[in-house]
Structures are given as C-alpha cells and as structure tokens.
C-alpha cells in the first residue's frame, strides 16, 4: 500500500530529503542549502524553496539561526524508509566483506594456517546504526597516523574523555576531526601536527568519537 506522502511530495523534493539523510548518515551533521544546491545540482533559490515546502508538509524542521540545522522529521524518515523498502535494489545480495585467510607475522615468525573467514565493518564494530565512516581531508592528524584519504571509523556521542580523537562541530558549522580536551573555559581542539594551532572554543558539539582508521595503499 503507497504512503498517502509519496503523492504529495515531488520527485524533487523526494531527492532532497534523500541528499539531507545521506549527507546526515555520511557526516553525522546536517547539510548547508549551499552544500544541498552542489550536491543536486540546483540554485541555492531553488533549494530553499523546496525545503519551505517540505516544513509546510512536516518533512523538515529547521532552525534560522543556525546554518546546519535541518533535520529529517519523524514522518520523513517514514517515508524514507518505505520508499527504501519498494527499492529494487533491496533485492540485490549484500556484499559479505574482505575474505580473511588468518593471520601474518610482524615479528617473530609464525606458522602460516588458512583460517577462511570474512572481515567486514560489522564484524569489526558492531553492525548497528551508531558506527559511521568519514574520509579525512587534510594533514592536520599526521603525527597520530591519520593521512590525507584515510577512512576514519567513528562512533556517534554527545561527549568524549580529554584526549579522545573526536568529529566536532564548531559554531554550530564547521565540522573538524581533532583531539578532545575539556579546559577551564573552553574546549581545546588538538592537532596532531606542528604546522596546525589548536582550535579554542566556547561553541563546541561533540558529534561522534574515532575508534578507527581505514587505509588504501
């Protein structure tokens, strides 16, 4: 049976709501109307249009004050996930991850045994919906061994221990990855490189803390 929402929503306003949740899944923040315009290739005018549209219909809830504040409402998410559903694409087999053969020596040697098994993120982290990855952009995390490229497996949190590696938000816009320290005043934001100062605030959000790190080479 077709959502009664389905026919009042456009096909546009549709692929908004799904660049704002993929963009929210990716990052672990909201969207600006200037990323949403490049990411589907309209005016910033437009954009804001249709997003007026879809608070009328209670897809959205914003807050004018504040550049990444768009949140998909509870009847949004809804319908996301039964078009999700309807997809075909659902009917396509699940990739099951890396085959992992056992084990290999760093040190001193050992014996070499096929163990066949499968590595995958899920098996690795938990497979639940709090677990996210982002690709670093940047050098500022080099001396903790975090390059340019890297993949960095993180944990939704609203707080972290002095000393954690964090995704944070910055007056309530730019999203940076650093070390956490809570301070008398502020908050610290630490670099992991000497060519980098440390970021000082008073407007700090914690979104989510590092547990891992995934690497091409």
């Given at each position: 049976?077709?959502?009664?929402?389905?026919?009042?929503?456009?096909?546009?306003?549709?692929?908004?709501?799904?660049?704002?949740?993929?963009?929210?899944?990716?990052?672990?923040?909201?969207?600006?109307?200037?990323?949403?315009?490049?990411?589907?290739?309209?005016?910033?005018?437009?954009?804001?249009?249709?997003?007026?549209?879809?608070?009328e219909k209670n897809l959205l809830s914003t807050q004018s004050s504040k550049?990444?504040?768009?949140?998909?409402?509870?009847?949004?998410?809804?319908?996301?996930?039964?078009?999700?559903?309807?997809?075909?694409?659902?009917?396509?087999?699940?990739?099951?991850?890396?085959?992992?053969?056992?084990?290999?020596?760093?040190?001193?040697?050992i014996e070499a045994i096929e163990d066949k098994e499968h590595l995958s993120?899920?098996?690795?982290?938990?497979?639940?919906?709090?677990?996210?990855?982002?690709?670093?952009?940047?050098?500022?995390?080099?001396?903790?061994?975090i390059f340019d490229g890297d993949y960095v497996i993180c944990r939704k949190?609203?707080?972290?221990?002095?000393?954690?590696?964090?995704?944070?938000?910055?007056?309530?816009?730019?999203?940076?990855?650093?070390?956490?320290?809570?301070?008398?005043?502020?908050?610290?934001?630490?670099?992991?490189?000497?060519?980098?100062?440390?970021?000082?605030?008073?407007?700090?959000?914690?979104?989510?803390?590092?547990?891992?790190?995934?690497?091409?080479?």
């Amino acid at each position: 049976m077709q959502l009664k929402t389905t026919n009042q929503t456009t096909p546009r306003q549709l692929q908004l709501l799904k660049a704002i949740a993929s963009f929210q899944n990716n990052h672990c923040y909201s969207p600006t109307i200037n990323e949403l315009a490049s990411e589907i290739n309209l005016s910033r005018s437009t954009v804001f249009e249709h997003i007026e549209k879809l608070r009328e219909k209670n897809l959205l809830s914003t807050q004018s004050s504040k550049a990444r504040s768009l949140k998909l409402t509870s009847k949004a998410q809804k319908l996301l996930n039964y078009l999700n559903e309807t997809d075909n694409c659902s009917n396509y087999p699940q990739s099951t991850g890396i085959t992992l053969l056992g084990k290999v020596a760093a040190g001193l040697a050992i014996e070499a045994i096929e163990d066949k098994e499968h590595l995958s993120l899920e098996n690795l982290f938990t497979n639940d919906d709090q677990i996210f990855s982002l690709q670093v952009e940047g050098d500022s995390m080099i001396d903790d061994g975090i390059f340019d490229g890297d993949y960095v497996i993180c944990r939704k949190a609203a707080s972290a221990h002095n000393g954690q590696m964090v995704i944070a938000i910055v007056d309530n816009e730019n999203a940076t990855l650093k070390r956490f320290y809570k301070e008398k005043a502020q908050v610290r934001l630490q670099p992991a490189n000497e060519n980098f100062n440390p970021i000082y605030s008073n407007n700090c959000r914690i979104e989510a803390v590092v547990v891992g790190l995934i690497r091409k080479l």
